[in-house]
C-alpha cells in the first residue's frame, strides 16, 4: 500500500488530507481494522502468520504500526490477528543518523 495518501498510486478524493507520520500510522492502522473485517468471511485464513513490511521511509512508520497492532491485540480493541513481526528493506529509521554517515563512508571510499 502506497502512503501517505497522494504518493505513488494511492489517491484522495481530496488535497486537503494530512500527511504527517502521525495521521499516516492512523490511516494505515484503519487499514489493517476493514483488512480484518475480510477475515469473518473467511476465518480458515485467520490463524495464518501476519507480518508487516515496508522499504525505504516505511522504516519510520512500520515499526510505529506494529506497535499500534500489538496495542490493539492486547487491549482487546484491535483485530485478533496472529502478528508474528515486521521486515524492513533499505529502511530509513534516523535521517539525520543516516545522512551523517554518508559523509563519513565517502571519506573512507576516497
Not at 50 to 55: I, M
Request: glycine share 8%; with cysteine; net charge negative.
Amino acid at each position: 500500500m502506497d502512503s501517505p495518501a497522494g504518493t505513488g498510486y494511492s489517491y484522495a478524493d481530496t488535497t486537503d488530507y494530512t500527511t504527517n507520520d502521525t495521521q499516516t500510522v492512523s490511516d494505515l492502522y484503519e487499514f489493517v481494522i476493514k483488512f480484518w473485517k475480510w477475515f469473518s468471511e473467511y476465518p480458515e485464513f485467520l490463524p495464518n502468520p501476519f507480518y508487516l513490511a515496508g522499504c525505504s521511509y516505511s522504516g519510520v512508520l512500520v515499526p510505529v504500526l506494529a506497535q499500534e497492532v500489538v496495542k490493539g491485540i492486547e487491549s482487546d480493541k484491535g483485530p485478533k490477528l496472529n502478528f508474528k513481526g515486521y521486515s524492513l528493506g533499505n529502511a530509513a529509521m534516523n535521517l539525520d543518523i543516516e545522512s551523517s554517515s554518508r559523509f563519513h563512508l565517502r571519506i573512507g571510499w576516497d
